[in-house]
């Protein structure tokens, strides 16, 4: 943060901020009406940031500021401000390579931590939806344009190397966003941390087996050196279910403050953790027995759509805009030449297959035994029935981080989730 940032910087409360919307003609004009009967609520459902809903006569608003610190949690977890121009940044970005995939900024202010965006309404938070055992029919090809789009786009696949090395500079100083990511995904879960928690007593046991678990411990620090050391592309950085809303027919993502150059699986495994933790979790929310066996079924079918979808668009993306300077055209001359970059393409998305599947994996661990939980398992208000779906999930992301290399494709792990799904924990037999 610059002086001037530190200087003009305060919280806006709701009288101020309706003051500061009157002033903004663009604002008024969507909002209609006279500011004194405009609506201002706090929405509240996110854990880092101020979000407001502003309604008018004519339309509406989201306004979200970043605070020093860390919402949930107060001034003793201190988080700088140009996390708000990060986000802003990757929304402007994103909504260039991914029209109408994102929700459209009509404001943003750098020394307010400030930006004001549409409305996203009536859409609901998608992990909200999946918790009532909605089914989504656009999800799998909105979510793998905004992926494929987003990915390819600002790889070495298509950017000349001085533009790409750019945009990493560009988001280089969001690190410490990175370091929440690094240390509650890539490293607490595995060690006695004071913010670590689980369904206790019954995941005691293996809280403790996972800390002692050196198998694991080598993949998770392998999964944390790449996500460190690797700026594949501009990811979002947090893309679970919490940060994408949907109606049936419109999917838009939110909340990119974790944005930076880094794996491209890391985006991907967050969609598909999510997903099968969904999955893992429906059991928990029956009224009867197998009255969400449609709906598991069409998650299962999304999981596969997610990742076969992305890695189509993916490649078409490589074989018609590979204008960057990574796999010069000029070294796979004629026609031996284009089938032999053909087949390292498809190795290439063999690899970021692996990758994403031991992303999966962690962004699974972290929600059961780190600081932050999600609602699919927490809405489970029996405890121990809430145990045995999260016990399971365990199982499986154990198994996909340890052994990632015997998941060759997407139909090795749904087959894996369905097994596991009818495995029972030692305390519940
Ligand atoms: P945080 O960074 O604190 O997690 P989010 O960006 O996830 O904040 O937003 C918190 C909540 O605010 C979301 O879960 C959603 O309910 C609501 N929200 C955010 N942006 C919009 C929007 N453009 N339109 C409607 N609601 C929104
Ligand atoms: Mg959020």
């Known amino acids: 943060m610059t002086l001037a940032q530190a200087e003009n910087y305060r919280i806006l409360r709701e009288a101020d901020l309706r003051d500061y919307l009157a002033g903004r003609p663009k604002l008024t004009a969507v909002l209609g009406g006279v500011p004194g009967d405009w609506s201002i609520t706090e929405v509240g459902d996110g854990n880092i940031n101020l979000v407001f809903i502003v309604k008018g006569a004519r339309g509406g608003v989201a306004v979200k500021q970043a605070l020093p610190y860390v919402r949930l949690v107060g001034e003793s977890w201190p988080l700088p401000l140009s996390r708000a121009h990060y986000e802003y940044l990757a929304l402007t970005r994103q909504a260039q390579l991914a029209p109408g995939l994102v929700p459209a900024v009509l404001h943003h202010n750098d020394a307010l931590a400030l930006t004001v965006m549409e409305l996203l309404e009536p859409h609901i938070i998608m ?7 909605t089914q989504y029919s656009r999800f ?4 793998t344009t905004f992926m494929a789009q987003t990915l390819f786009f600002t790889s070495d696949l298509a950017l000349t190397a001085a533009e790409k ?9 969001n690190h410490a966003l990175c370091k929440i990511t690094e240390d509650l995904i890539f490293t607490d879960p595995y060690r006695i941390a004071e913010q670590n928690r689980w369904t206790a007593p019954w995941l005691d046991a293996t809280a403790a087996s996972f800390r002692e ?9 392998r999964l944390k050196l790449k996500f460190m ?11 679970h279910t919490g940060s994408i809303m949907v109606t049936e027919s419109e999917t838009k993502v939110i909340d990119p403050e974790f944005a930076f150059y880094g794996p491209v699986g890391f985006d991907v495994g967050a969609v598909i953790a999510n997903l099968l933790m969904a999955y893992l979790a429906s059991s928990g929310h029956e009224r009867s027995p197998g009255d969400r066996a449609a709906f598991e079924a069409w998650v299962l079918e999304t999981i596969e759509g997610v990742w076969n979808e992305f890695a189509r668009k ?11 300077d990574g796999y010069p055209v000029s070294l796979f001359a004629g026609e031996a030449g284009a089938a032999r970059l053909d087949t390292e393409r498809q190795a290439h998305m063999a690899r970021l297959f692996q990758d994403t599947v031991g992303f999966a994996a962690a962004k699974t661990i972290r929600r059961i035994l780190g600081l932050a939980h999600n609602l699919d398992f927490e809405a489970i208000a029996d405890e121990k029935l809430r145990a045995i779906c999260e016990a399971r999930s365990l199982r499986l992301a154990r198994r996909m981080m340890v052994e990632a290399s015997s ?11 369905r097994e596991v799904r009818g495995w029972q924990p030692d305390f519940a037999r």
């Not at 799998?140 to 979510?143: A, E, P, T």
């Not at 060759?408 to 989730?417: C, F, G, L, Y």
């Open 165 to 173: 090395k750019e945009g990493i500079a560009a988001f280089a100083g």
């Open 407 to 417: 998941f060759a494709t997407i139909d090795a792990v749904i087959k894996a989730a």
């Open 229 to 239: 050391a690797s700026p594949e592309a501009l990811i979002h950085g947090d893309l």
């Open 140 to 143: 799998v090809d909105d979510i």
């Open 127 to 133: 992990r909200k939806g999946l918790i009532a055992g």
């Open 314 to 324: 993916f490649l078409g993306l490589w074989r018609s805009d590979a204008k960057g």
């Open 213 to 221: 678990d050196f198998d694991l411990h080598v993949a998770i620090s």
